[in-house]
C-alpha cells in the first residue's frame, strides 16, 4: 500500500522533475511529488494567489493588468537566488541543503503569482481593464512578505502535517498548471464570459484540472520513453508496471 501511494504521488511530478530523493522533502514516510526546490516555487505561486485574492478582497478592487514596470523588476530579479543555488551546485562549486532550494525556489513562485494573479482576476466580469496590481510599494512589498510568509508557514509545518504534506504539495503544482491553462484558455476564447458567478467558474476549472492531468501524464510517458524509471527492472514494460505499482 505504501508502494502504490507513493507510486500515485510520483505521478504528479515524474516528467517535469528529476525525483532525486536527497533532494526532495519528505514527510509522514512518503516524498513530495518534486524536489524542494519546485516544491518552493509551486507553494510560493499558490500562496502569491491567496494572498492576492484576499488583498483585492479587503480593497474591493479587481484589477485586470499587470503591476507598473519597477514591480515587474523586482519580480525578475526575484528568479536570480533559484538561479545562482541551482547553477553553483549542479556545476559542484558548492553544496545545498533543501532548505535552501525551498527557500530560492519560494521568490521565484512568488514573482510567476504575481504575474498571473491580476491575469487570472481579469477573467471576473467586474475587472478592471485599466487598473493595475499592486501599484504602489507599500501593496507590493505586503503582497510578498505576505506569500512568503505562508509558504515559510508551510515549511514550518509541512513535518508535523505527515501524509497530507505530499498532497498540499501536488495542489500546488495543480494550481500553477491549472492557473496557466485558465489563461490559455482566456486567450483562445474558450472561456465563457463575462464570469460573474463562482458557479460560472466550475467549467473552466474542470477543463483546466483535466488538462492538466492529460498535460502531466503526457510529459510523464515522454521521460519514460526517453530515460525510463531506472527501478532495477529488466524491460520497459515491467519498469511501466512497477512504476504504476502494478506488479
Known amino acids: 500500500m505504501h508502494a502504490l501511494l507513493q507510486n500515485i504521488i510520483y505521478f504528479f511530478g515524474f516528467g517535469i522533475c528529476h525525483q532525486i530523493p536527497g533532494r526532495t522533502l519528505e514527510a509522514g514516510g512518503y516524498l513530495f511529488t518534486v524536489c524542494a526546490r519546485d516544491t518552493g516555487t509551486h507553494v510560493g505561486f499558490a500562496a502569491t494567489l491567496i494572498v492576492a485574492a484576499l488583498q483585492f478582497h479587503l480593497r474591493k478592487i479587481r484589477p485586470s493588468d499587470l503591476p507598473p514596470w519597477p514591480m515587474l523588476v523586482v519580480a525578475g530579479l526575484m528568479f536570480i537566488p533559484m538561479g545562482i543555488d541551482g547553477a553553483s551546485s549542479y556545476l559542484g562549486l558548492r553544496e545545498t541543503t533543501n532548505l535552501i532550494r525551498f527557500f530560492t525556489g519560494l ?139 502494478l506488479n
Not at 481593464?129 to 512589498?141: E, M
Not at 458567478?197 to 483535466?210: E, I
Open 107 to 245: 521568490p521565484a513562485g512568488i514573482a510567476v503569482g504575481i504575474l498571473v494573479a491580476p491575469l487570472l482576476s481579469g477573467l471576473h466580469a467586474d475587472a478592471d481593464p485599466g487598473l493595475k496590481a499592486f501599484r504602489s510599494a507599500p501593496d507590493f512589498i505586503g503582497q510578498v512578505l505576505g506569500a512568503a510568509a505562508v509558504g515559510s508557514l508551510f515549511f514550518l509545518l509541512y513535518p508535523l502535517l505527515g501524509v497530507l504534506s505530499p498532497w498540499v504539495g501536488i495542489i500546488a503544482l495543480l494550481a500553477f498548471v491549472i492557473s496557466l491553462n485558465l489563461l490559455v484558455l482566456s486567450g483562445i476564447g474558450r472561456i465563457k464570459r463575462p464570469i460573474r458567478r463562482l458557479a460560472d467558474w466550475l467549467k473552466p476549472l474542470a477543463v483546466s484540472l483535466l488538462l492538466a492531468l492529460v498535460e502531466l501524464s503526457l510529459l510523464d510517458l515522454v521521460r519514460f520513453l526517453v530515460f525510463g524509471v531506472n527501478r532495477g527492472s529488466s524491460s520497459p514494460i515491467e519498469q511501466l508496471l512497477r512504476f504504476f505499482a
